[in-house]
Nanobody, 115 residues
């Protein structure tokens, strides 16, 4: 059973910070990878950050140096620390988890950055 639940979105001023969290409320083994995607109005969903086995992290160029992804493996929970937020970071952020070839999504959480 996989049910990803995101939290931590909201409204913040440019230059501010937010931390997103995503936890699995179901019962399953450890995810192979977890990550965050975002989708702004009128745009395609894009990868923001991904962490594999809780060790190897990768980031979109647009967020490198500002966002940090981390994971609590035992709890199948992933976090996204977002600093120096910009107006263009405004989007719905989705949690994603990979488990042996299957991909799971959360319902999304809105992040709005006012300029």
């Amino acid at each position: 059973q996989v049910q990803l639940v995101e939290s931590g979105g909201g409204l913040v001023q440019a230059g501010g910070s937010l931390t997103l969290s995503c936890a699995n409320s179901g019962s399953i083994g450890s995810f192979n990878a977890m990550g965050w995607y975002r989708q702004a109005p009128g745009k395609l969903r894009e990868l923001v950050a991904m962490i594999i086995k809780g060790i190897n992290a990768s980031y979109a160029d647009s967020v490198k140096g500002r966002f940090t992804i981390s994971r609590a493996n035992a709890e199948n929970t992933v976090y996204l620390q977002m600093n120096s937020l910009k107006h263009e970071d405004t989007a719905v952020y989705f949690c994603n988890a990979i488990y042996w070839g299957s991909s799971y999504w959360g319902q999304g959480t809105q992040v709005t950055v006012s300029s």
